[in-house]
């Protein structure tokens, strides 16, 4: 599989549970992709591997290890004065999903909403190359990997959570839970 020009690190953050009055279900759902060009792909990650031993020193960069807001936001404007990338961030406030939509099935929120973000991510960037962990349960990657091969999209799951630039959109996607 060939691989195109641009690059899309993508992770998601809290949960599809939609019983808000649960404990630890949050009230919003997000998925954030950072989009690199090729030719710029290794200095955005060596810059993003400084602010991780700047601010994490070995560790994984994970902002709920962070409690200081203070510290949380330093750790957002360090990433935000690196150039050479773009992010895009989907969104989805759970309070406004009505209680008699298809949307309380966890399996169809997950699809609406990841179909929403990739619909919008490859209309912005036609041909691009997608980098992420795995999303859901095995029989939803089945299906995702499916959808992406039938549209010739370039893909590569990452199981092991080990691409800095994955572990970076976790951090950005989590901080916006917080």
Known sequence: MEYADLFAFIDESGDIGLNLDAQNVSKLFIIVALVVDSMHLESVRKKFEQVRKDFFQTGEMKSNTL????????????????????YIAFVADKTIIRNNSGLNYRNSFRKFMTRQFYSHLYGSFPSI?????????????????KYLSKNDIAYSIEHEHRHLLIVKMRYLSNALIF
Request: charged share 35%; proline share 3%.
């Open 67 to 86: 409690r200081n807001p203070t510290r949380r936001m330093n750790v957002i404007e360090a990433f935000a004065k690196i150039d050479n990338y773009k």
């Open 129 to 145: 190359s997608i980098f992420s962990d795995n999303i859901g349960r095995d029989s939803f990657m089945d299906e995702f990997k």
